[in-house]
């Protein structure tokens, strides 16, 4: 059985830095784009950043880029989503999911049909 874990959510203020973690058990990371998402109150899901980890291949939505870090530890079956200057905006669940790795050749055109997902950490940032 494929489960995905996420972890690292909690009441961030404004500016601050967490970092979510996602572990997986069941599948092994190199075999797939690991990708993060996120659904705000009231807003559909979007993505947000994605990875191949075999090659080191990232993406970034606009919203994250240049704030967002996607990283793993290729040790273990984990990978990260260090946040940076968080806005009120970044408040959402956030969700890890994998996916066939040519997805990381066109991302935003497969997000919808991930293979499996975990049930989310919720971010919550105050002003």
């Known amino acids: 059985e494929v489960q995905l874990v996420e972890s690292g959510g909690g009441l961030v203020q404004a500016g601050g830095s967490p970092r979510l973690s996602c572990v997986a058990s069941g599948i092994t990371f190199d075999d797939y784009v690991i990708g993060w998402f996120r659904q705000a109150p009231g807003k559909e899901r979007e993505g947000v950043s994605c990875?191949?980890?075999?090659?080191?291949?990232?993406y970034y939505a606009d919203p994250v880029k240049g704030r967002f870090t996607i990283s793993s530890d290729n040790a273990k079956n984990v990978v990260f989503l260090q946040m940076n200057s968080l806005s009120p905006e970044d408040t959402a669940v956030y969700y890890c999911?994998?996916?066939?790795?040519?997805?990381?050749?066109?991302?935003?055109?497969?997000?919808?049909?991930?293979?499996?997902w975990g049930k989310g950490t919720l971010v919550t940032v105050s002003s």
């Open positions: 990875m191949r980890r075999s090659d080191g291949s990232t």
């Open positions: 999911a994998v996916g066939p790795s040519y997805y990381i050749y066109k991302p935003t055109a497969h997000f919808d049909n991930m293979d499996y």
